[in-house]
């Protein structure tokens, strides 16, 4: 767990998410895990709102981790700069 500035000028505390573990599962049955599919489609469908262009991001609670959003998203990317095509997410 480490906390980072983004360019929004809010300190989040990003926590990891982990959807299996390959020592102990196959990939496949990692990849069909109907919580990482629903994350998947979520990232994919952008089904998550924008905290970079909400205009309360600087004053809300929520946006201070991944863990969820305003939206009831868990985990959330909702002001990951990955989502909003800034950079290349790697997963």
């Given at each position: 767990m480490h906390g980072f500035q983004t360019f929004a000028s809010v300190t989040r505390t990003i926590k990891e998410v982990i959807f299996g573990n390959l020592?102990?599962?196959?990939?496949?049955?990692?990849?069909?895990?109907?919580?990482?599919?629903?994350?998947?489609?979520?990232?994919?469908?952008?089904?998550?709102?924008?905290?970079?262009?909400?205009?309360?991001?600087?004053?809300?609670?929520?946006?201070?981790?991944?863990?969820s959003d305003c939206w009831g998203n868990v985990p959330t990317c909702a002001s990951c700069p990955y989502s909003h095509d800034v950079v290349r997410c790697p997963l």
């Open positions: 020592t102990k599962e196959h990939l496949l049955d990692i990849w069909r895990k109907p919580e990482y599919v629903k994350f998947r489609m979520s990232v994919y469908f952008f089904k998550m709102p924008s905290c970079f262009e909400c205009g309360l991001r600087e004053y809300c609670y929520i946006t201070t981790s991944n863990e």
